[in-house]
């Protein structure tokens, strides 16, 4: 089956700028996760949808983040403005609804804001 | 509320020998308990995971880890290493509620480096 898709892989923008960053779960995969890596740091929960509602957003960092899930199929995360600080690497997860422990991530979206 | 440590940045080892990355967790609840690695470019694929039973567990790639739960601890163990080895290792917590699909909270990574 084909993994998880993320695009795209790297993403350099100026501060102030958009960028629109897309997930494509693994078919069928209802639960989906955005994560974020900080150079140096631990990997972050952003937030996780069920089908298309949002599940939990508590890791959202503020209101320059948007992310929407079309249809409960594919994700895209929205940053506006970007940050200097919003730079790292933000990875998306999914799983089946039930019984499954540990997800299977994507390759991730490397974000550099200069 | 759960944290995650990973006490070691860095391990470096020679192929064949043995390694052991640790991990220690904090939880008010039970816990599901896991190893993802990076390997360079790619993303974060599971190692092995604890979820109940057996305190020892083994994954793939010839790696095992042991749930203590006095110590709170999740070491990982390979008894010889390869120079493919060579990746980033992550140690994550998920809280239990029944069916799954919570968030997981990383530790921040150990640097496994196999050198000839």
């Known amino acids: 089956e084909a993994g998880v898709t993320q695009f795209p892989s790297h993403s350099v923008i100026e501060k102030g700028q958009t960028v629109t960053l897309r997930c494509d779960p693994i078919s069928g995969h209802d639960n989906l996760y955005w994560y974020r890596r900080v150079m140096g740091k631990e990997i972050k929960f952003l937030l996780h949808?069920?089908?298309?509602?949002?599940?939990?957003e508590s890791g959202m960092p503020n209101n320059r983040f948007l992310a929407e899930r079309t249809g409960g199929t594919y994700s895209t995360l929205k940053v506006q403005p970007a940050e200097l600080e919003d730079s790292g690497v933000y990875f998306c997860a999914s799983s089946p609804l039930w019984g499954t422990y540990g997800y299977t991530f994507g390759s991730g979206t490397r974000l550099t804001v200069v | 509320a759960q944290s995650v440590t990973q006490l070691d940045s860095q391990v470096p080892v020679f192929e064949e020998a043995p390694v052991e990355l640790r991990c220690n967790y904090s939880s008010s609840v039970s816990v599901y308990l896991f190893w993802y690695v990076q390997y360079p470019n790619q993303g974060l694929q599971l190692l092995l995971k604890y979820l109940s039973g057996s305190t020892l567990v083994k994954g793939i790639n010839g790696f095992e880890a042991e749930f203590n739960k006095s110590q709170t601890s999740f070491h990982l163990r390979k008894p010889s290493v390869h120079i493919s080895d060579t990746a980033e290792y992550f140690c994550a917590v998920e809280g239990y509620v029944t069916g799954g699909g919570n968030k997981l909270t990383f530790g921040t990574g150990t640097q496994l480096k196999v050198e000839l």
């Open positions: 949808f069920v089908k298309e509602s949002k599940q939990d």
